[in-house]
């Protein structure tokens, strides 16, 4: 049973336009949510993060919203560029854990 | 700079063989944890490691072992290869909640 789900296997954007991906959790035991974006070859690294106290947080041109009671965040890229073009995934922690559960994975592809 | 290193990118193994994955982190991080990648599934964490000795299983423990022998280096191992382990493997390590620093990962291909 997928406790992070990413429904939205892949997702096309054009250059310049705004690129949302989204997640959905079940387990409200979560309190810290994770994105991380993943190139062919590479590991996936550290983009961005939201404590579950907050319902935004901005780095430059990546923002996570998060929205308790929905369980549901989203990652917004604006402007999105060709170089954003990458499998992201979604991920989860829960107080005190130390274990990030891990959804699927949405394929963002950036045409320019 | 951060780096986790991962012994192989491709290994290519037969059905019984035992399997051994090395991972070396420079970071002095306690927590090292290893994740396989599957197409629809994500990442899975097989088993984790929060100081040298001491192990955790993870989600899909079965069919794996671990080994910390000291801080830096974080080892999986298959004991004995099966084709449903064909699989892309991630070491990772980290200090922070849920910031975890990867290698660049091992395809291991079992035939």
């Known amino acids: 049973d997928q406790q992070v789900k990413q429904n939205s296997p892949s997702l096309s954007v054009q250059e310049g336009r705004i690129s949302i991906l989204n997640c959905d959790y079940t387990?409200?035991?979560?309190?810290?949510f994770l994105w991380y974006k993943k190139y062919p070859a590479e590991g996936p690294t550290f983009l961005i993060s939201?404590?579950?106290?907050?319902d935004k947080n901005e780095d430059g041109r990546f923002t996570v919203f998060l929205n308790k009671s929905a369980k549901h965040l989203s990652l917004h890229i604006v402007p999105s560029q060709p170089g954003d073009s990458a499998v992201y995934f979604c991920a989860a922690l829960m107080e005190y854990g130390n274990k990030l559960v891990f959804g699927a994975g949405t394929i963002l592809r950036v045409k320019s | 700079d951060v780096k986790v290193t991962q012994s192989s990118r491709y290994l290519v193994k037969r059905t019984g063989e035992k399997v051994f994955l090395e991972c070396v982190q420079d970071m002095d991080h306690e927590n090292m944890f290893w994740y396989r990648q599957d197409p629809g599934l994500g990442l899975r964490l097989i088993y984790f490691?929060?100081?040298?000795?001491?192990?955790e299983k993870g989600d899909i423990p079965e069919g794996y072992s671990v080994s910390r022998e000291k801080k830096e280096r974080f080892s999986l191992i298959l004991e004995s290869a099966s084709t449903n382990q064909t699989s892309m493997y991630l070491c990772a390590s980290s200090i922070d909640r849920g910031r975890l620093f990867f290698g660049s990962g091992t395809q291991l291909s079992v035939l």
């Open positions: 387990n409200s035991m979560f309190d810290y």
């Open positions: 490691s929060y100081d040298v000795k001491m192990k």
């Open positions: 939201i404590s579950s106290i907050k």
